[in-house]
């Protein structure tokens, strides 16, 4: 036996013996349905709202703000920690910053920026832009410091300085660093996304997964609180799997930059 | 020349681009140091190389050889004097001195042999008849990896990393070629090979190149003439050398053994 | 949660007194001025019965008291009538114990271009403490009738407690905010204007707040069950017979501490009807029946514990 299939096979058991407990668990020692209703009934409602549509518009609220608020966060990462780069004394700027704010959680500047922007999409996508922004700028700047001197030397043979340099040198070079900050920083995201909807309630008007939750709760329909958390679980199986292992392997693992 | 030397080499020989009599590169009165306080690392040295002339700087390890050659691409300052390109002061890096290093890790890992090449000549500027992406494969030609061009760095090995190196710093026509014991880092069979192959570009293209190696075999079969750098970062001399291209042969040999003493005198 | 967690780790399972009930009793009720009646009560008991013990915990968000009712970690809770409903239609056991208070509560908005819910648009936001809080309640039922869509209502609302949403609301973060006494008299003297309020609401006075018993508590303990009902409704009654009594005591409450004045206001002041008879449980029951929050409408008898009166 291999140790792919190996590993697989041990994913696969866990998964089946986390389902299998939950199914069986509340069955057994008749749990109330409020308490801890079994796997199946969470399916199921799941598949009911998959089929009413309520699922998918719940999921591309919540995802389109995700969306914006990461695309936009790891543009103003990247500038931000280029441009540190190019200014003299920029990376202490930029460590300092980091420090100061890579441990607030994001979820805590929504207060903030509900004051400044209401009830919002804008104050979502600041929340998620500011849960991105430093675990990205850290990542970025790892890429950026231990960047090979010789590559940095190829560039400037060429007579590449500042902007281009960055562009066509630093920021490939430091890809293997920025999809991992990538990782970080989405997953920050997709949390403080849901947690933000969970505390206070739906942004605009366009209740999203953890709005749906928010309401599930005070339902008393605990079956639909475990659907939002599944569709949670499996936004982030799709991300982590589907998408950054795709752009992995189509990148840095087929360029030998990481094993 | 073939064809594809002419494509390659389509900028006017230097010695009809800047009158005669004057050299390719004229260092004059250089010094290195890495700061103001520092001791210096190169001092004042002197010397001049020539249009189609492979000029050898040799030296043990910490003589600033390497140093010296950084400061003619343009990477390390000079603390006093300057160099000249065809009579001009340079001070910047800039593509019309192409630099090979030593490292194999000098491709970018992100792009294919024939990219890493084409990118070369789309970011230095270098103007020429055929396309980028032909001048690229001419120089993968060149060194005999057309077959290799689709494949990444991490799909080469180390001996084909540097002919994609050479292709490079070919491809983009510098005035001047500088490398950095491009083959230190080789097997003896793969060195041995890519020495013969640079010594035949370097005579079919006219190539004006200065190499800095340890090795004075490798000195002896490729230099036109031979800087022989003593540990205080002068020069003990600069010697021509007769033997270019030949292997083996007494005369050579005693030529190599007499330069292997004054490496060692310098060196006391 | 985080405070719910903490009633988790705070409470403990009863032991058994001589008669075979209980001699613990575990409350956990909201913040404010609806519910002085049961902790005065709470209060008179403990005094009576020093063999009761009386663990009481405060939760700021109003579900999450029958949350802890339906985890088995409190006996009895302050509630509103419609999460009640909604949670027995989902299987809590949960049953009225009496009415707290009935009270006037209105949507108020400081900018006067809101005369009437058709003047809200899509981005505006109404503070309230829960999507289906009574109030809430009410006001959705009002949209129902007055707009014929309450889901629209429903997506501008904003959770937050009520004395953030004053707060909220005269700094122009929210729109409107879905008030209910002494919230609803601070937005008021803060210049906020009624936009909709009390019987056009509901049609009734608002049961804002009630208490409840797990079913299998009053079971197992119908003494203790009968004692704290009797002391519940004493502690109201002498807020109604005797405010300068009740205040005083009141003030010195370890979950109120504040001044005998500033109670007193609260009591008298501030448009709160305190009874333990149920006022305006028909009317919401129907508002939740025609929104399909709830499938059957049950009568007050069929969600309340034997003795509870009121329509």
Known sequence: ?259 | MSPRHERLLDAPPAAVATGSGQAALAVRNASIAYGPKSPVIVDNVSFDVNQGEAFILIGRSGCGKSTLLRSLAGFQELRSGEILLDGKKTTAPGPDRMMVFQNFDQLLPWRTALQNVEFAVKKSGSKGAASPRQRALDALEMVHLSAAADKFPSQLSGGMQQRVAIARALAVRPRIVLMDEPFGALDAMTRASLQAELLRLQKEMNMTLVFVTHSIEEAVYLGGRIGLMTPRGTFEGIYTNAFQGQLDSPECAEFAGELRTKLEMSAA | MIALVAACGSTSEGTTGADGETNTVRVVTNFGTIYYGLLLGLDLLAEERPDLKIEHVQLSAGGDSLTALASNQADVVSVGVSPVLIAREKGVPVRFGGSLVTANVALVAMDGKYRSLADFQPGDQIATPGPYAVGSIALLGAAMRELGDWKKVQGMFRMMPHPDAVAALTQGEVQAHMATPPFLQQGLAKGAREVIGGNDLLGAPVPLGAFAFNESFHKANPKVYAALVDAIKRGTAMINDDPQAAAARIAGLDAVKTTKDKVLVELTEQGIKFNTEFAGYTETADTMLQMGLIKKKPALSDVSLPNVTGS
């Not at chain 1, 562009?167 to 070079?173: E, K, L, V």
């Not at chain 1, 659907?227 to 693992?253: C, D």
Request: one cysteine or more.
């Open chain 1, 1 to 259: 036996m291999n140790k792919p299939i190996q590993k697989m096979a041990v994913r696969i058991t866990v998964v089946a013996v986390v389902i299998l407990a939950w199914e069986l668990v509340p069955r057994m020692a008749q749990l109330s349905p409020v308490v801890l209703p079994p796997f199946s009934s969470a399916v199921e409602v799941l598949w009911e709202r998959a089929l009413d549509g309520s699922l998918w518009q719940g999921l591309l609220a919540s995802l389109s703000l995700l969306v914006r608020g990461v695309g936009l966060g790891i543009l103003i990462a990247i500038v931000m920690t280029a441009g540190c780069f190019i200014i003299p004394g920029g990376r202490e700027v930029l460590q300092t910053l980091v420090g100061l704010f890579n441990p607030l959680p994001a979820i805590a500047i929504l207060p903030l920026a509900l004051l400044w922007f209401g009830f919002s999409d804008r104050s979502m996508i600041l929340v998620i832009v500011f849960s991105v922004v430093w675990a990205m700028s850290l990542n970025a700047y790892a890429g950026f410091s231990t960047i090979r001197p010789v590559l940095v030397d190829v560039g400037r043979n060429l007579g590449l300085r500042g902007p281009r340099l960055i562009a066509s040198i630093y920021f490939p070079a430091a890809l293997p660093h920025l999809l991992s900050g990538l990782r970080i920083g989405w997953a920050f995201a997709w949390r403080t996304a849901v947690a933000a909807e969970l505390v206070y309630g739906a942004a605009g008007g366009k209740g999203g997964i953890g709005w749906q939750i928010y309401l599930d709760r005070s339902e008393f329909n605990t079956g639909g609180v475990f659907a939002g958390l599944l569709t949670i679980v499996l936004v982030g199986l799709l991300v982590e799997y589907g998408i950054l292992n795709t752009i992995e392997s189509r990148t840095v693992k087929r360029w030998g930059m990481v094993s």
